[in-house]
């Protein structure tokens, strides 16, 4: 094989159930012995097909009817059981011509997402003439602008996402009853509507949850917290239909928070929003929705008192977090549904629906009839609000996407602004202070090289899908150019930060910011950069104001093809650098290959034909490129054959799943409780990871037992945190402290590798935590393998002061240690959160490289 004739597929996944994902691989060059390639769970999945929209409206399919299910949880909610959805859909799809509904994803259970657009008739002309608008606002925005014809005929785009977290049922009820009468109302009372809007509804965004009366998705991931990272297929369909859609405005329809509550949020705000546009209409969307949802004066709904309680008096107030709340409720990592949106040029409002769950059936099913009516309200006001100021959303969204294409600085708004000095709608500014002021500097351009000085190709590549899959534009240089004064060659990846979707681009790839000092805590993560922890070098170029760089480049859909195996040498060498490498070893292992690995981390593989037909498969696969060797290191350093593992694990689906992205498919879950009872049994695992507390108390010895008969014969151990430190201490393996940050801290964190150490061969010097834990008081068995970076270990995020517990207390402090026992167990404990929320895919090759070494 070579680059002229290798193909290259880079995996199109779809899911299963219980961790089981079936990967489905395409490779150009017929192998003279096939792969089952179905072992590795892919870490970025391309935009679906199936978001594609229609070419005409309507578009009327008949939705596949699932049997009745009287076990659904939404029954007892007195909500629309799933199994009714498609067939009201089908019902009035039979009756109008104003309603189309396509399947435009599938949960993690196999259960169909379904997109509802509402809109008048629409031929193919016409159909197309709206999408090359889109185009011309996003692309060409300085025409936009000035085009009268779009101006005048633009279908504006309003779109509402229902039920993303499963026991929150009602926004999905009140959508159905929205779509109802958008499709069958008298002509005249939503004519307006109609011929001048596109409405679209994701009815269930969480099929899976709604059906289980869960918040989590089938998988065990709360998709709202899965955006950017994209390893639910929940979350996947709205960010695939976010840049099909690209909303003018969106709206994520939750509960339950006591008392209404509609966004904006308060501070820390995201540094890559253009909030001089976005803010003034989401709050004063806010405020309208107040006014109306007072009006209703719906029975038994409630209002926010004088100190911020619910009570049912109707004091003419919801909560409304920019005004309300003013810590705690933010819109910093772009990780939900509306802050990820806000990108495509959207105003945005979470809106959380009042009445929560109860013990209660009878009152659940009154609770229920309350939100629906209170979601009504909102989906009413908000259509009415962007009809009554389409030309100024329009108007803005237009000039976000200008900016980023001309690539100006993001505008800052100075603290206590004047009210009469800003555009109306202005309320917003009697709030706005130096709290609210979170500013940003673009540079020029990111450059991910792909030569020699790139830590790992595989991973760089996976980057590149991960950004395109994103919305970002990247190119890859033409021909060899110099910037900063390092020497970039041709095929070099350059995302211009000139670019409609620069906000995107920056949220993803920059390092992000120190906000510890700035707010008291945060409510969700606060870093997440890719650039940082995808296992990719990234380099930023410049200021977004310099010239562009002196490269021609061309424009890329995926990343280029980076597979090889050499034509000739009798053995072949895989330097594991990367995920994709941990993909093929144990695509290899599971069929039967040979493969041997040296100290260093990297692997051999032997010299027979099937092979090098494997190794042919794999580099199509997963696009490692072999070396070729005479295999001579074989007789002249230390190695190990790797085996085919079978790994036990505590933990959540962050350890199912990273597992499966790496290519382990034999698993073993594993807790006190099922050891005790005998249902599961340690004796054909080969390595345990610990990703959370392995203990027994007094009535679990036959538990206990188990371990110690699985640590007796040698085996080894690999995990996390505190919890594989309590276990290895508990078992006599290793003894140690464990420390750990304050309680919420996290962010990204500067690590140094020990030289010589076990993942010394392919360092990073950066890692995710959450908390931090790092580890002290170590036994004479102990080896340190990582540290905390000294003086200042943290990079981004927030980590709040505490005595023994700060950011300091961590500085140089050991955060990865290894040891053998004296019954020759190996074990490595990681203070690092290399897997967390299966984001920080970085760490995933430090995690498989520890499991065959504790295996080994």
């Given at each position: 094989m070579n680059w002229s004739t290798m193909s290259f597929h880079r995996i199109i996944a779809g899911v299963g159930v219980a961790g089981v994902i079936a990967a489905t691989l395409v490779v150009g060059t017929a192998p003279a012995v096939a792969l089952e390639m179905t072992t590795a769970i892919p870490i970025s999945t391309p935009i679906s097909p199936l978001v594609s929209p229609p070419k005409s409206y309507p578009s009327q399919p008949v939705l596949p009817v699932e049997p009745d299910n009287p076990a659904d949880a939404s029954i007892a909610r007195g909500a629309t059981p799933y199994d009714d959805i498609a067939p009201k859909l089908n019902a009035l799809m039979a009756k109008s011509d104003r309603i189309s509904a396509q399947v435009v994803g599938k949960s993690a259970l196999g259960h169909d997402i379904h997109l509802v657009t509402l809109t008048a008739k629409e031929t193919p002309a016409q159909t197309r003439k709206q999408a090359e608008f889109r185009?011309?606002?996003?692309?060409?925005?300085?025409?936009?602008?000035?085009?009268k014809p779009l101006q005048n005929q633009y279908k504006v785009p309003i779109w509402f996402n229902g039920n993303i977290h499963g026991n929150e049922w009602e926004g999905a009820d009140a959508i159905l009853e929205s779509v109802e009468y958008l499709a069958t109302a008298p002509w005249p009372e939503v004519k307006d509507v109609l011929q001048n809007y596109r409405v679209y509804f994701t009815v269930t965004n969480n099929p899976d949850g709604r059906i289980l009366g869960q918040r989590a998705t089938g998988d065990g991931f709360d998709a709202n917290r899965d955006l950017i990272t994209g390893v639910t297929p929940e979350a996947r369909v709205i960010r695939d239909l976010a840049g099909v859609i690209q909303p003018t405005f969106y709206v994520d329809l939750h509960g339950y928070t006591g008392i209404l509550q509609v966004e904006p949020c308060g501070p820390p705000h995201g540094e890559n929003y253009e909030y001089d546009l976005f803010l003034p209409h989401a709050y004063e969307m806010a405020l309208e929705i107040e006014k109306a949802v007072t009006a209703a004066d719906i029975p038994g709904n409630t209002y926010q008192d004088a100190n911020g309680n619910p009570t049912t008096e109707n004091t003419g107030k919801i909560l409304i977090p920019f005004r309300d709340i003013r810590s705690g409720w933010d819109d910093w990592p772009p990780i939900?549904?509306?802050?990820?949106?806000?990108?495509?040029?959207?105003?945005?409002?979470?809106?959380?629906?009042?009445?929560g769950r109860t013990g209660d059936p009878a009152t659940n099913q009154a609770n229920s009839k309350i939100d629906v009516e209170v979601a009504g309200v909102v989906v009413d006001t908000a259509v009415d609000y962007v009809a009554e100021h389409r030309d100024a959303l329009l108007a803005n969204q237009i000039e976000i996407f200008r900016r980023g294409v001309a690539g100006e600085p993001i505008e800052t708004i100075p603290a206590d602004v004047d009210p009469a000095q800003v555009p109306e709608p202005n309320s917003w500014a009697d709030v706005w202070d130096e709290t609210d002021v979170y500013a940003t500097e673009l540079p020029r351009a990111y450059v991910i090289p792909v030569d020699e000085t790139q830590r790992s190709v595989t991973d760089a590549a996976t980057l590149v899908d991960q950004l395109v899959a994103n919305g970002v534009e990247v190119s890859r240089a033409t021909s060899t150019f110099t910037a900063e004064g390092v020497d970039y060659p041709a095929g070099t990846y350059v995302v211009d930060m000139h670019q409609p979707l620069r906000g995107m681009a920056n949220v993803l790839l920059a390092d992000g910011s120190d906000i510890s000092e700035r707010v008291p805590d945060m409510y969700d993560i606060s870093a997440w950069s890719l650039a940082l922890l995808w296992?990719?070098?990234?380099?930023?170029?410049?200021?977004?104001?310099?010239?562009?760089?002196?490269?021609?480049?061309?424009?890329?859909?995926?990343?280029?093809?980076?597979?090889?195996?050499?034509?000739?040498?009798?053995?072949?060498e895989l330097a594991t650098s990367g995920v994709a490498e941990y993909q093929a070893v144990n695509e290899l292992l599971e069929a039967g290959i040979a493969v041997t690995a040296f100290e260093d981390g990297s692997v051999i593989l032997g010299a027979d034909s099937a092979t090098r037909s494997a190794a042919s498969d794999v580099a199509d696969a997963y696009g490692v490129a072999f070396t070729e060797s005479d295999g001579s290191r074989l007789a002249t350093e230390e190695s190990v054959e790797l085996e085919d593992l079978t790994v036990g694990y505590t933990g959540t689906q962050d350890e199912r799943v990273t597992l499966g992205k790496l290519g382990f498919d034999d698993l073993v879950p594993v807790t006190s409780a099922t050891l005790t009872s005998g249902a599961v049994a340690l004796d054909d695992v080969d390595v345990l990871w610990v990703g959370a507390n392995l203990a027994f108390n007094a009535s679990q010895a036959a538990g206990r037992a188990e371990v110690a008969e699985f640590l007796a014969a040698g085996k080894g151990v690999a995990g996390k945190g505190t919890a594989i430190a309590a276990f290895s201490n508990t078992f006599g393996l290793v003894t140690?402290?464990?420390?750990?940050?304050?309680?919420?801290?996290?962010?990204?964190?500067?690590?140094?590798?020990?030289?010589?150490?076990?993942?010394?061969?392919?360092?990073?010097?950066?890692?995710?935590?959450?908390?931090?834990?790092?580890?002290?008081?170590?036994?004479?068995?102990?080896?340190?393998?990582?540290?905390?970076?000294?003086?200042?270990?943290?990079?981004?995020?927030?980590?709040?002061?505490?005595?023994?517990?700060?950011?300091?207390?961590?500085?140089?402090?050991?955060?990865?240690v290894s040891a053998e026992s004296a019954a020759g167990n190996k074990v490595l404990m990681f203070g690092t959160s290399l897997n967390f929320r299966t984001h920080p895919v970085g760490g995933f090759s430090q995690l498989a490289r520890g499991l065959f070494w504790a295996a080994g």
């Open positions: 185009e011309q606002i996003k692309h060409d925005p300085v025409a936009a602008a000035k085009n939900f549904t509306p802050q990820f949106v806000a990108y495509q040029g959207a105003v945005t409002n979470t809106v959380e629906l009042p009445l296992g990719a070098d990234v380099e930023a170029i410049g200021s977004t104001t310099d010239a562009a760089l002196p490269v021609a480049v061309e424009h890329v859909t995926e990343s280029a093809p980076t597979g090889f195996v050499p034509a000739v040498g009798a053995y072949l140690s402290t464990a420390t750990q940050g304050t309680s919420g801290s996290n962010g990204i964190v500067s690590v140094s590798d020990v030289e010589g150490g076990l993942l010394s061969t392919y360092p990073q010097d950066t890692a995710f935590v959450y908390p931090a834990t790092w580890y002290s008081g170590l036994g004479a068995n102990a080896t340190v393998e990582q540290t905390y970076a000294a003086g200042d270990p943290f990079v981004s995020g927030h980590w709040r002061a505490s005595a023994g517990r700060a950011q300091a207390d961590a500085a140089g402090k050991p955060s990865i």
